[in-house]
């Protein structure tokens, strides 16, 4: 449509008016598929189905008496159908579908080839009902007079071929195979059978192979048609696979020398290809004899009389070298390696046997050819080095490396920046002499180029160092000032361009930087830059970027003055900054420091910047900080930085108290809440292992007890036998002292626990007025040390008889209260032990009175 002029310059002339109006034609024509495209009435009728039936109800009534966009519908469903009601599907559906195909148009055909390979991949049935039920429509419909419709019915039935058995494939497919593969068949079916034939050929014995499938092949190697014949010798490489190396070298070898003198261009292209991708299987005497006379008879007419197979030749030519490389003369030798530098500059001015006059005439079809055949001698580069020794090519390829990363195509210097890995791998300690290159591809004006340079950029440049250390540290310092200045271009060409993926990975590879450049190149060239592009660009993903590399140049700094510099421009310029996006940039580079650097450092220069954003008027800042707060509190260590605790525990409190964002009040709680359980959990279980400790010194002064009792009690038992023969008078006698005594021994150590009960409940009634003492009395228990058990019971004494005013001074720490339950609970055992002492107390009284009445009778 032609821009209507302007009011000055328009003219009211019958041409132009005309022209007017035949553009608007053209809008009234842009506008009728809009309203065409709308349904009528007794269309939309049509299409209505009843809500009321079923999937497989609905599918037959579509199927019958539907359009044939609704047909397709169902059997795109198929597969759906297949998994739900397999059984019905298989009854009533496929059989419809199988009616309905034979009239269905091309999109119906495709659908159904497409559904029909997704039920064999859900395997929504067995491969016996597959075979028994799909097979056979497949098979029918690879006949289909549409090209397009037949291939996809092929692609169906080569993937079903590999889930089949091998009885149904000789009985439904390979019989009848013979009759399809035959002369009077249709091209398309002659095609087809070479594709199912290379398919069979792994899945039966080598025997079977030749009796049954050989024959045919070599019928099809000998078709009318160049089509068959270049399908044919595609499949001999699966053929050979299946039958095995001897009988590929008698029956395929044959073949592929007859069809490389092809009369077809396409035949012949096929059999080279052919013959390189089966170069393992044949001996070096086959190599020799047959394999290489044909090579050579291909290079040779490359450039003369067969172009069309020059850029495969190219592209194969690397594996061609190396695989036929013991058996190359020297002589032979050079001749290939003249040929791949005759292809490295194929289609430029200063290749030999072109003038200006021959490359004004090439058309484009043959420039596009003469750049793939660059690319292709570009991608096999690293191959030939391995087919010259890397030790000979500075003097054999160095030219042609130079005219490669030179070239004026971006294709061809594309594809050097892929290999420019492999070929500095190769080179090893000769990899100083591709420094120059390295520089100039990282200086490329194309961006695609600079892309795949960078994705092995600190592999490179540590071999370079290496290299260049091994060789002197002439050659290594040298060029570090080229690559200084070609890596800052590299990066501010990224930077200027819109393609921020490749600046992303151009930051991210830079951080290697400090295993090759001092610390000074580094911070003046490097590290300035990182924080520029932190504070001014506006893609985050760059900026995290920047950001991680300069917390890694910060770490490997080596001048405490230029830590300290930076680190306080970072709390300025981001940290404190005006905006609050490079606020939350500050956040992200703190949390690449929590990853780099050590607790201690963080601890230092950064926790409280960091918690001074608490404060921030940016809710989205108090968010991100919130979130950070969990690994902020793990680099604390305890006791050493407890006063940050502190300062933590205070900022969590003020936001709880102050926030008004409820997003943010929401992931402080659950902070909190995470904080807090854990410092409960680890309180709990420091108090059931202090009830442990308690409860195993109470049961040693048991065992103890019980064994001093013992004793007392076999000592009696004895003096008893030897007294037994005196008078019953000193008998008696003695058996009333000893019950004293022992009754005296046994409840000594009551005595004493009854003297400790009473001197504390006279100290605990002293002190109860007042309670300012009560710490120093705590505080005394805990110092003097008590192991045993009654230390435990004073003390459980002593808080019991605290009043609740003292309860409520203590609450105010969680540590407090849980230790005031756990008293509470030895007080109240300790009262059952007080009123058992006092029982004993009153039995050991009566026992004397009994024994001071006794002896005055006696006396």
Same mark, same amino acid.
């Given at each position: 449509?032609?821009p209507?002029?302007?009011?000055?310059d328009?003219?009211?002339?019958?041409s132009?008016?005309?022209?007017?109006?035949?553009d608007?034609?053209?809008?009234?024509?842009i506008e009728?598929?809009?309203?065409?495209s709308?349904?009528?009435p007794?269309?939309?009728?049509?299409l209505?189905?009843?809500?009321?039936?079923?999937?497989?109800?609905?599918?037959?009534?579509?199927l019958?008496?539907?359009q044939?966009?609704?047909?397709?519908?169902?059997?795109?469903?198929?597969p759906?159908?297949?998994?739900q009601?397999p059984?019905?599907?298989?009854?009533?559906?496929?059989?419809?579908?199988?009616?309905?195909?034979?009239?269905?148009?091309?999109?119906?055909q495709?659908?159904?080839?497409?559904?029909f390979?997704?039920v064999?991949?859900?395997?929504?049935?067995?491969?016996?009902?597959y075979?028994?039920?799909f097979?056979?429509?497949?098979?029918?419909?690879?006949?289909?007079?549409?090209?397009?419709?037949?291939n996809?019915?092929?692609?169906?039935?080569?993937?079903?071929?590999?889930?089949?058995?091998?009885?149904?494939?000789?009985?439904?497919?390979?019989n009848?195979?013979?009759?399809?593969?035959?002369?009077s068949?249709?091209?398309?079916s002659?095609?087809?059978?070479c594709?199912?034939?290379?398919?069979?050929?792994n899945?039966?014995?080598?025997?079977?192979?030749?009796?049954?499938?050989? =024959?045919?092949v070599?019928?099809?190697?000998?078709?009318v048609?160049?089509?068959?014949?270049?399908?044919?010798?595609?499949?001999?490489?699966h053929?050979?696979?299946?039958?095995?190396?001897?009988?590929?070298?008698?029956?395929?070898? =044959?073949?592929?020398?007859?069809?490389?003198?092809?009369?077809?261009?396409s035949?012949?292209?096929?059999a080279?290809?052919?013959?390189?991708?089966?170069?393992?299987m044949?001996?070096?005497?086959?190599?020799?004899?047959?394999?290489?006379?044909?090579?050579?008879?291909f290079?040779?007419?490359?450039?003369?009389?067969?172009?069309s197979?020059?850029?495969?030749?190219?592209?194969h030519?690397?594996?061609?070298?190396n695989?036929?490389y013991?058996?190359f003369?020297?002589?032979q030798h050079?001749?290939?390696l003249?040929?791949?530098?005759?292809?490295?500059?194929?289609g430029?001015?200063?290749?030999?046997?072109?003038?200006?006059?021959?490359?004004?005439?090439?058309?484009?079809?043959?420039e596009?050819?003469?750049?793939?055949?660059?690319?292709?001698c570009?991608?096999?580069?690293?191959?030939?080095?391995?087919?010259?020794d890397?030790?000979?090519?500075?003097l054999?390829?160095?030219s042609?490396?130079?005219?490669?990363?030179?070239d004026?195509?971006?294709?061809?210097?594309?594809t050097?920046?892929?290999?420019?890995?492999?070929?500095?791998?190769?080179?090893?300690?000769?990899?100083?002499?591709?420094q120059?290159?390295?520089?100039?591809?990282?200086?490329?004006?194309?961006?695609?180029?600079?892309?795949?340079?960078?994705?092995?950029l600190p592999e490179?440049?540590?071999?370079?160092i290496?290299?260049?250390?091994?060789n002197?540290?002439?050659?290594?310092?040298?060029?570090? =000032?080229?690559?200084?200045s070609?890596l800052?271009?590299?990066?501010?060409?990224?930077?200027?361009?819109?393609?921020?993926?490749?600046?992303?990975?151009?930051?991210?590879?830079?951080a290697?930087?400090?295993?090759?450049?001092?610390?000074?190149?580094?911070?003046y060239?490097f590290?300035?830059?990182m924080?520029?592009?932190i504070?001014?660009?506006?893609?985050?993903?760059?900026?995290?970027?920047?950001a991680?590399t300069?917390c890694?140049?910060?770490?490997?700094?080596?001048?405490?003055?230029?830590?300290?510099?930076?680190?306080?421009?970072l709390?300025?310029?981001?940290?404190q900054?005006?905006?609050?996006?490079?606020?939350?940039?500050?956040?992200?580079?703190c949390?690449f420091?929590?990853e780099?650097?050590?607790?201690?450092?963080?601890?230092?220069?950064?926790?409280l910047?960091v918690?001074?954003?608490?404060?921030?008027?940016?809710?989205n800042?108090?968010?991100?900080?919130?979130?950070?707060?969990?690994?902020?509190?793990?680099?604390?260590?305890?006791?050493t930085?407890k006063?940050l605790l502190?300062?933590?525990?205070?900022?969590?409190?003020?936001?709880?108290?102050?926030e008004?964002d409820?997003?943010?009040?929401?992931?402080?709680?659950?902070?909190?809440?995470?904080?807090?359980?854990?410092?409960?959990?680890?309180?709990?279980?420091?108090?059931?292992?202090?009830?442990?400790?308690?409860?195993?010194?109470?049961?040693?002064?048991?065992?103890?007890?019980?064994?001093?009792?013992?004793?007392v009690?076999?000592?009696?038992?004895?003096?008893?036998?030897?007294?037994?023969?005196?008078?019953?008078?000193l008998?008696?006698s003695?058996t009333?002292?000893?019950?004293?005594?022992?009754?005296?021994?046994?409840?000594?150590?009551?005595?004493?626990k009854s003297k400790?009960?009473?001197?504390?409940?006279?100290?605990?009634?002293?002190?109860?007025?007042?309670?300012s003492?009560?710490?120093?009395c705590?505080?005394?228990?805990?110092?003097?040390?008590y192991?045993?058990?009654?230390?435990?019971?004073?003390?459980g004494?002593?808080?019991?008889?605290?009043?609740?005013?003292?309860?409520?001074?203590?609450?105010?720490?969680?540590?407090?209260?849980?230790?005031?339950?756990s008293?509470?609970?030895?007080?109240?055992?300790n009262?059952?032990?007080?009123?058992?002492?006092?029982?004993?107390?009153?039995?050991?009284?009566?026992?004397?009175?009994?024994?001071?009445k006794?002896?005055?009778?006696?006396?």
């Amino acid at each position: 449509m032609r821009p209507v002029p302007c009011s000055s310059d328009m003219d009211f002339g019958q041409s132009n008016l005309f022209g007017y109006i035949e553009d608007l034609q053209e809008l009234t024509i842009i506008e009728r598929p809009v309203r065409r495209s709308l349904k009528t009435p007794e269309e939309i009728e049509r299409l209505t189905v009843d809500e009321e039936l079923n999937d497989i109800e609905r599918a037959l009534y579509l199927l019958s008496s539907g359009q044939d966009v609704q047909g397709t519908s169902v059997v795109a469903n198929l597969p759906v159908l297949m998994r739900q009601n397999p059984a019905e599907t298989l009854r009533r559906v496929l059989p419809k579908i199988r009616e309905v195909l034979h009239v269905a148009g091309v999109e119906m055909q495709l659908t159904a080839a497409v559904s029909f390979l997704t039920v064999l991949q859900d395997e929504s049935v067995s491969i016996h009902t597959y075979s028994h039920s799909f097979l056979h429509i497949i098979l029918q419909n690879l006949e289909h007079r549409d090209a397009g419709v037949s291939n996809a019915w092929l692609e169906t039935l080569l993937a079903v071929i590999e889930a089949l058995p091998k009885e149904t494939i000789r009985h439904e497919i390979l019989n009848p195979l013979v009759s399809k593969a035959q002369i009077s068949q249709t091209l398309q079916s002659r095609l087809g059978s070479c594709k199912i034939m290379g398919k069979l050929a792994n899945k039966f014995e080598a025997h079977i192979v030749k009796r049954e499938i050989l =024959p045919l092949v070599k019928s099809l190697c000998q078709d009318v048609e160049y089509e068959v014949r270049t399908c044919m010798c595609r499949q001999l490489e699966h053929v050979a696979q299946g039958i095995g190396t001897e009988l590929t070298k008698t029956v395929v070898l =044959p073949e592929l020398v007859e069809l490389a003198r092809d009369e077809g261009s396409s035949v012949r292209l096929a059999a080279f290809e052919t013959l390189v991708n089966l170069l393992d299987m044949f001996d070096s005497d086959d190599r020799r004899q047959t394999v290489l006379p044909l090579v050579k008879s291909f290079c040779e007419k490359s450039f003369k009389a067969d172009e069309s197979i020059l850029v495969s030749l190219s592209f194969h030519l690397g594996k061609l070298c190396n695989g036929l490389y013991g058996i190359f003369t020297p002589e032979q030798h050079l001749r290939f390696l003249e040929f791949y530098k005759k292809l490295c500059t194929l289609g430029l001015q200063q290749e030999n046997g072109h003038n200006d006059n021959q490359l004004q005439l090439q058309t484009l079809e043959q420039e596009k050819k003469y750049i793939s055949v660059r690319k292709n001698c570009a991608y096999n580069f690293p191959a030939m080095i391995v087919f010259v020794d890397p030790k000979n090519f500075h003097l054999e390829l160095y030219s042609i490396f130079f005219c490669l990363c030179h070239d004026p195509e971006v294709p061809v210097r594309y594809t050097m920046a892929i290999s420019f890995y492999e070929v500095a791998k190769l080179l090893n300690s000769g990899v100083y002499t591709i420094q120059k290159e390295l520089v100039m591809l990282l200086q490329d004006e194309s961006l695609e180029v600079l892309d795949a340079l960078v994705g092995h950029l600190p592999e490179i440049l540590e071999l370079m160092i290496n290299g260049g250390e091994n060789n002197g540290s002439e050659s290594k310092l040298l060029s570090i =000032p080229d690559l200084i200045s070609a890596l800052t271009t590299a990066e501010q060409r990224a930077a200027t361009s819109l393609k921020w993926r490749t600046h992303e990975k151009l930051l991210q590879k830079y951080a290697c930087l400090p295993q090759i450049l001092s610390s000074d190149q580094i911070y003046y060239r490097f590290l300035h830059r990182m924080l520029t592009i932190i504070l001014t660009n506006n893609v985050l993903p760059v900026q995290k970027a920047a950001a991680r590399t300069l917390c890694v140049y910060l770490r490997y700094n080596r001048k405490q003055e230029q830590r300290h510099e930076v680190i306080q421009k970072l709390i300025e310029q981001l940290g404190q900054g005006k905006s609050y996006w490079n606020r939350l940039r500050f956040l992200d580079t703190c949390e690449f420091i929590m990853e780099l650097f050590s607790k201690s450092f963080f601890c230092k220069y950064f926790f409280l910047p960091v918690l001074e954003l608490t404060h921030d008027p940016v809710a989205n800042v108090r968010i991100k900080l919130c979130y950070l707060l969990p690994k902020v509190k793990s680099t604390l260590k305890i006791p050493t930085d407890k006063h940050l605790l502190q300062q933590l525990e205070l900022c969590i409190r003020k936001l709880l108290c102050q926030e008004k964002d409820k997003d943010v009040l929401t992931i402080v709680k659950r902070f909190q809440k995470r904080f807090y359980e854990n410092d409960l959990l680890d309180q709990e279980k420091e108090r059931q292992e202090h009830l442990l400790l308690e409860m195993e010194q109470l049961e040693k002064e048991k065992q103890q007890n019980e064994g001093r009792s013992a004793n007392v009690n076999d000592k009696i038992f004895e003096k008893k036998r030897r007294d037994n023969k005196t008078s019953s008078v000193l008998a008696k006698s003695m058996t009333l002292t000893s019950s004293g005594s022992s009754s005296c021994t046994s409840t000594g150590k009551e005595d004493k626990k009854s003297k400790l009960v009473r001197s504390q409940s006279f100290s605990t009634q002293a002190l109860h007025p007042k309670y300012s003492n009560i710490d120093k009395c705590s505080n005394k228990s805990s110092a003097t040390g008590y192991t045993s058990s009654l230390s435990g019971m004073g003390k459980g004494c002593m808080l019991s008889f605290s009043d609740d005013s003292f309860r409520t001074r203590s609450t105010g720490n969680s540590g407090n209260a849980t230790f005031s339950s756990s008293s509470s609970l030895i007080a109240s055992r300790n009262s059952f032990n007080s009123a058992d002492q006092k029982n004993n107390g009153n039995k050991e009284s009566q026992s004397r009175k009994m024994s001071i009445k006794n002896r005055k009778s006696n006396s």
